[in-house]
DNA sequence: CCAGTATATGGCTATATGGCCATATAGTCA
DNA sequence: TGACTATATGGCCATATAGCCATATACTGG
């Protein structure tokens, strides 16, 4: 139980760090998406849209199917989303919270 | 409920994108340590393991307490740990498992 | 105080990242 | 086929990151 992925584990949560990228995630986990979708909310090129898309693909947390002419996004790994709820409570911590037990739910 | 604050999210994300970090935690969620004891399990140089502290410190997942003349590190937000298992059941699945629904205790 | 040990900080370099623009690719529809 | 739309890729630049070495700081024990 000990001989983690490190190196693997590191590329998942270095596709998680970052703004744009949580922001692809939050919607996706909401309902797909096209890239064109993802590009208008959030007001970046759409070239740097699909790349953060690729760097999702390549962690396997995201995958798009086309349909037509469009590329349909969606969430493969929804776990990720408890990510955010972790991550929230680590600062939420900060700003008020006493000890922070539970909130997000990781085995203590 | 939407209005998340990505930076916040993303700062601690990218704490621990980092292999060398993820050691630390994983250490750490066993047991304090001390930054000397880190730095030989690591293997790096004492002022990188120091640094990398300082990044997990920043974004609130660890807390260190001096003890004579060291300084005990110990995990603050445990729920970082159920990251890592999220994580590695992202390329679980990828390595295997067909449609990779629960492992991580996300709400899906 | 001084010497010794543990930790932190500053300076440096090599590499990675995120953004843009320009362009290539892949599909649709006449 | 050719015009059009959606997405991906390559090139570039500015900034961030991880590592090292050297040095500073903080504490302990004589």
Known sequence: MDNRD???DALVLRALANESRLKIIE?????????????????LDQSTVSKHLTVLKTADI??????GNHIYYRLLAPCVLSFLNC??????????????QGECNGQT
Chains 1, 2 share one sequence.
Not at 62 to 67: A, E, F, P
Not at 87 to 100: L, M, Q, Y
């Open 62 to 67: 995201v995958s798009g199917v086309r349909r």
């Open 87 to 100: 991550a929230a409570s680590v600062h939420a911590k900060k700003d008020g919270d006493r000890e922070h």
């Open 6 to 8: 490190y190196e693997r």
């Open 27 to 43: 919607r996706l986990g909401r309902e797909q998406a096209c890239v064109c979708e993802l590009t208008e909310m959030l007001g």
